[in-house]
């Protein structure tokens, strides 16, 4: 298989030869669309005047303070829709309608890429399917509705832990069965080749901003954070400063009820090498090879594997991957709102928890410039929020 296909020994396309002709025509279309100077001219005043970036590099003052070194927030929750899915799900439904595609269908967990699916489906005039796991569909209603409002038909999957594994998985299989008049937009950096590079590069925006704003102020970031489920914001931010060895990058999995427990999404943490949906990466899965179950208060991180450039990542340890539990994640969300008046989404949540455990290691008489990547807000949680401070279960 072609080298392009894998970041080192991770990547490729294990898939059915069904939809070998698919991915090829992808390839295809997406090296010819990147060469466009329409397409990307057309990508670019959409980014601008549609979604509204660039986002803002805030400095949170308040954090600041509180963690003895510059916090700067990338404000990827201020993009129309509430998060970094705008961003990659523009670029597919522009590319799908370059195919001459009608029907888009996509995977969603928390809901975000489901509405950011949407909401390009609309704006462009093609029909849209989004499948969602009927747990998931319970605890992110809000986004549901907004699907449906937008012209989407939601699908609700019923099998295994009815969340992101199994709406991804019931996707492709969607896929397949429509391959040559269907675009499937996939929503975080995985699947097989050329999905991970199509998804890195159109969230490569974030990363790129972020070093302009960064340098603009005269500043160099000494620490790059951000959530991980499947890795798009992570990667997408990563992308610019990968060859800024300076630079560390951590991403925040979802550690759940505890690494020590079987409820949690720690695939870097506890994961061994796999292959799932198409790709090989980390995997949690059980002594026999099967997929295990997952867990995390946040729908959009309760995913068993990783994407692929994050597996190399991790391996070449060029990135450092951390556990954050549910109850670290939703004590950082309290500590933001209430400091900075901003309140993330819970998938954000995990990065900015990461900083009660890094900034008490940093050397206390030279302050660190630490960007958190915020890749959403916390509209979709208000739910599980108040369940969490009312005491009762969120599940």
């Not at 080298?3 to 990547?11: P, R």
């Not at 954070?225 to 990968?242: D, E, K, Q, R, W």
């Not at 597996?311 to 900075?340: G, S």
Request: net charge negative; glycine share 10%; aromatic share 8%.
């Amino acid at each position: 298989m072609i080298k392009k296909a894998y970041f080192g020994n991770f990547g490729g396309q294990y898939v059915p030869e069904t939809a070998m002709f698919a991915l090829i025509e992808l390839e295809k279309e997406y090296e010819k669309a990147k060469g466009d100077p329409q397409f990307q001219a057309e990508l670019e005043d959409l980014l601008k005047n549609y979604v509204g970036r660039p986002t803002p590099l805030y400095y949170a003052k308040n954090l600041s303070a509180h963690y003895g070194h510059d916090i700067f927030l990338k404000r990827e929750d201020l993009n129309h829709t509430g998060a970094h899915k705008i961003n990659n799900a523009l670029g597919q439904v522009l590319l799908a309608k370059r195919m001459g595609k009608k029907k888009v269908i996509a995977e969603t967990g928390a809901g975000q890429h489901g509405v950011a699916t949407a909401t390009a489906a609309a704006l462009l005039g093609l029909e849209c399917e989004v499948y969602m796991g009927a747990v998931d569909m319970q605890r992110q209603q809000l986004n549901v509705f907004r699907m449906e409002l937008l012209g989407a038909k939601v699908v609700a999957i019923e099998d295994g832990l009815k969340t992101l594994k199994e709406a991804t998985t019931a996707a492709i299989q969607s896929w397949v069965a429509e391959i040559e008049t269907v675009f499937y937009v996939i929503g975080s950096a995985v699947g097989p080749h050329p999905y991970p590079t199509i998804v890195r590069d159109f969230q490569s925006v974030i990363g790129r901003e972020a070093r302009e704003q960064l340098t603009a102020l005269g500043k160099h970031a000494d620490h790059i954070i951000a959530c991980v489920g499947g890795g798009s914001n992570a990667i997408g931010i990563f992308s610019g400063f990968l060859d800024d060895t300076s630079t560390e990058l951590y991403g925040a999995e979802a550690g759940g009820e505890g690494i020590d427990t079987e409820r949690h999404a720690a695939t870097l943490t506890l994961g061994r090498e796999g292959i799932i949906h198409g790709m090989k990466t980390y995997v949690l899965q059980d002594k026999y090879g099967q997929i295990s179950p997952v867990h995390s208060i946040s729908a959009g991180l309760d995913y068993p594997g990783i994407g692929p450039e994050h597996a190399y990542l991790f391996q070449t340890k060029r990135a450092h991957y951390v556990p954050i539990t549910d109850e670290e994640a939703m004590n950082a969300l309290l500590l933001t709102t209430r400091k900075e008046g901003i309140i993330p989404a819970i998938e954000s949540a995990h990065a900015l928890a990461y900083l009660d455990k890094l900034c008490p290691t940093l050397p206390k008489d030279k302050k660190q410039t630490i960007v958190v990547n915020v890749s959403g807000r916390g509209d979709k949680d208000m739910h599980t929020v108040f369940s969490v401070l009312k005491g009762e279960k969120y599940e």
